[in-house]
């Protein structure tokens, strides 16, 4: 009997504007000025969103908060790439692409403040709320996939998830069934390099993180995570994929460039040496130094960029701070369409100061 | 109205509903080309191919595409093909399903029906024949339907699949295919969820059950020489307190049955809730049939696990002395 290969697999990685500011000019997406400078723009709100819940944690203004920052380029380049009608499935980090999306900041604050509302879903918004049980999102994308198949629409789905995630069985799952069904589904994973505290090298033996839709028969990428640019190339390739009905798999490779959460102190499982390394191939700083060498940006437009984050960030912080206090009988309201008798006593037991 | 076992009102209920509804999506383990390892879906794929489907053996993609599909406007309509598969998707029903209403204050909901077999009595492998209600009624968000008749299933399937929250239906293997009774028909035969039923009204006692026992608690009822009021729960939950407890202060002595193990189960609630409401008309303390706690065993062994008429009877006999 004979010995013989009956499959092989390759994983390709893209790379547009490397960390050492070197651009493949033959894969720059096509983007006018203005666009570029949105993203720029977008990417210096998240930023800026994390610095000030960081600082209002740590006043003791908001509870705990799960920065995004050094990870907004693959978020801006991917929603970037989005249509309007395409749908958004995040986990717990995925401010930058909410914010690039339209969402409103005032909902990340109210969020980080412990209120529902800062989940709430608007009604014109193909979204689902943030998912905190790492990677069990990624199967709530593959049934809207799936719905927005049955009904014959070429929308997108884009799910979010982490290296961390990546361990789970909801996105073995999730990766399968969205391959044996064929839907259209671009999974991102954030490969930050830490769940909390433990490195990349233990959540997996796999050389890359991509290569896992292999064993699920559908298509993968891997993308320097840290570069707009190659971001968003990969994830158009995938959507116009998505939009035929097929998924895939983009691995990002980025860095968690703060804590965990606010409670996380990273210098705890990692060196000042890699942080700094990481910071030289910040998304930022690599991106803007593109956009000067262009022409796209100068100091005149950096300033009128950072004094417009600066000015929306604040009133939403203020928009948040003013929002009418949390009605605590709001919870007996939300938890079926209709009070149940059962429900409707325990309500009003406690609008009576009894339990 | 036709005479129909619990599994074809079932099946007859589905098909009634998919052709009602486009957005209603049964998909499963072996629900589609197989008709469902008890048929319960047996042919409803011809008529509806692009919405009834088999899927990968994996019950959390079975839980968590539906909360997908729900969200994006489908009514989902997953089978789990034996309850016991049900804890590989419980966290995606406690996490997800059961919180999507209330995690984004009613602007996203999870409008989906789990039907799972459930129970024991039938010869089954291991974890075949569990019965978890109070688990799934431990979780804020879930309602849980136990249907005890073919007629019963029909009204009760066809108020989950239309009801705006997810529902766990759980469907009594024993009775699928034991009898067979006359099962309104149209569009209209509705049995609200949360809603106990009267079954038999009487004076001295009153037997609260449900599912698969229900029916012996109905013969020990018969078998009785009291004048037994029998409930049927129908919806675990929502629990229908109010009915429980006119009965109660009614007759002044109540049996809870259930096979699901005794501790914790459905019978300590019904009890507490008696107990808060209606003690001083008990005669005698509220007497709990059910399994023992113990993992349910291998069928070699199961009718000693399983209560039966004769113990619901001892326990009526019990209150009746007291």
Redesign the interface.
């Known amino acids: 009997m004979p010995r013989e290969r009956v499959a092989s697999f390759d994983v390709e990685f893209v790379s547009v504007l490397g960390p050492d500011g070197s651009v493949d000019e033959a894969l720059v997406p096509d983007a006018s000025d203005d666009e570029l400078r949105e993203w720029y723009r977008t990417m210096r709100l998240s930023r800026r969103l994390d610095e000030r819940a960081i600082a209002l944690q740590r006043r003791g203004e908001i509870g705990s908060y799960a920065p995004a920052t050094g990870q907004e380029a693959i978020q801006v380049g991917a929603s970037a790439a989005t249509r309007a009608d395409d749908w958004f499935v995040p986990s717990f980090r995925e401010q930058t692409a909410a914010l690039a999306l339209g969402g409103d900041p005032t909902a990340q604050f109210l969020y980080a403040m412990g209120r529902e509302e800062g989940a709430e879903v608007p009604p014109d918004a193909n979204a689902l709320p943030p998912a905190v049980p790492v990677g069990s999102q990624t199967l709530h994308a593959v049934g809207v996939a799936w719905a927005e198949r049955l009904r014959d629409r070429d929308r997108a789905t884009v799910a979010y998830f982490g290296d961390g995630a990546s361990s789970e069985g909801d996105v073995a799952e999730a990766l399968n069934v969205a391959g044996v069904f064929d839907v259209g589904v671009v999974f991102v994973c954030q490969n930050n390099q830490y769940a909390i505290s433990t490195p990349r090298r233990l959540q997996s033996r796999a050389q890359t993180l991509a290569q896992k839709a292999i064993g699920a028969g559908i298509d993968c990428v891997q993308v320097d995570g840290n570069d707009v640019l190659g971001s968003h190339v990969v994830v158009r390739e995938a959507l116009d994929r998505a939009r035929e009905g097929h998924p895939t798999l983009v691995e990002a490779l980025t860095y968690r460039r703060a804590m965990h959460t606010t409670s996380d102190d990273p210098s705890v499982y990692r060196s000042p040496e890699e942080e700094a390394e990481w910071a030289r191939r910040d998304p930022i700083s690599r991106f803007e130094t593109y956009l000067r060498e262009r022409g796209i940006l100068d100091d005149e437009t950096v300033q009128a960029i950072e004094a417009d984050v600066e000015e929306t960030i604040a009133a939403a912080v203020e928009r948040a701070k003013a929002a009418p206090p949390p009605d605590p009988t709001d919870v007996f309201e939300h938890v079926y369409a209709t009070v149940p008798p059962v429900l409707r006593a325990q309500a009003e037991a406690f609008r009576e100061g009894r339990r | 109205m036709s005479e129909l076992r619990l599994v074809e009102a079932v099946r007859e209920t589905l098909a009634a509903e998919l052709d009602r509804d486009d957005r209603v ?1 049964v998909y499963g383990e072996d629900v589609g080309v197989d008709g469902g390892v008890f048929r319960a879906t047996k042919g409803l794929r011809d008529a509806h191919p ?2 009834v489907f088999d ?2 053996l ?1 019950e ?2 079975i ?12 009514r ?1 309509v997953p089978e789990v093909q034996f309850q016991a598969f049900l804890y590989q998707g419980f ?2 029903l406690v ?2 399903a059961a919180r ?10 999870c409008p989906m029906t789990i039907r799972t077999p459930y129970g024991g009595g039938v010869n089954a492998f291991e974890l075949h024949s569990e019965s978890y209600e109070a688990g799934f009624g431990h979780v ?2 879930l ?1 849980v339907v136990v249907p005890s008749s073919p007629a019963a299933a029909a009204g009760l399937l066809r108020a989950s699949v239309r ?3 997810p529902v766990v239906f759980m469907e009594p293997t024993r009775l699928y295919r034991s009898t067979k009774e006359a099962v309104p028909e149209g569009p209209d035969y509705v049995l609200p969820l ?1 809603e106990a039923s009267v079954a038999e009204s009487g004076e001295d006692v009153t037997v609260v059950a449900y599912g698969s026992l229900f029916r012996d608690a109905e013969r020990a009822a018969a078998a009785s020489d009291a004048d037994v009021e029998l409930i049927d729960l129908r919806t675990v939950s ?5 009915t429980v407890v006119a009965s109660a202060k009614k007759t002044g002595r109540v049996v809870v049955v259930h096979e699901a193990p005794l501790t914790f189960g459905l019978g300590a609630e019904v009890a507490a809730r008696v107990g808060e409401a209606a003690l001083p008309y008990l005669e005698a303390p509220v007497e709990r049939v059910a399994g023992f706690d113990v993992p349910y065993p291998m069928f070699a062994r199961e009718d000693a696990y399983l209560p039966d008429s004769a113990d619901v009877h001892a326990a009526i006999e019990r209150v009746l002395a007291a």
């Open positions: 999506v692009d919405r899927v990968p994996a959390s993609a839980v968590g595409t539906g909360v997908g599909l729900a969200a994006a406007g489908m989902p966290h995606q996490q997800h999507m209403r209330s995690r984004t204050r009613s602007t996203v909901a804020p968000g309602k009801d705006p929250d949360g929502p629990l229908d307190v109010e």
